[in-house]
Nanobody, 119 residues
Framework: QVQLQESGPGLVKPSQTLSLTCTVS??????????WSWIRQPPGKGLEWMGV???????YYSPSLKSRTSISRDTTTNMVYLQMDSLKPEDTAVYYC???????????WGQGTQVTVSS
């Protein structure tokens, strides 16, 4: 059973950079045709897809976040990373790591990690 666990700072100041880690267990992030996404949910709002890194290392981003977002991975430690620059208070959200087989709905979700952007 694949399990995902997000980790990172709970509080970040405006204009700073956010770095989150998704630790994957029970499966490899290089498993063919799997994609590993970052999704967030601001308070009182719906889920927002931020971007994805696929099994082959290719990445795709939400157009609205592309200029500030980077997703990478470490295949030796089986971790997926999110970096987001120039944080704003409106980036306050619960950030999730999720995985799916390409073409299907998300099969696996982490529990989410709260990130608050405030001075």
């Amino acid at each position: 059973q694949v399990q995902l666990q997000e980790s990172g700072p709970g509080l970040v100041k405006p204009s700073q950079t956010l770095s989150l880690t998704c630790t994957v267990s029970g499966g490899s992030i290089t498993t063919s045709y799997y994609a590993w996404s970052w999704i967030r949910q601001p308070p009182g709002k719906g889920l927002e897809w931020m971007g994805v890194i696929a099994y082959d290392g290719s990445t795709y981003y939400s157009p609205s976040l592309k200029s500030r977002t980077s997703i990478s991975r470490d295949t030796t430690t089986n971790m997926v990373y999110l970096q987001m620059d120039s944080l704003k208070p409106e980036d306050t959200a619960v950030y999730y790591c999720a995985a799916r087989l390409l073409g299907r709905e998300y099969d696996y979700w982490g529990q989410g990690t709260q990130v608050t952007v405030s001075s």
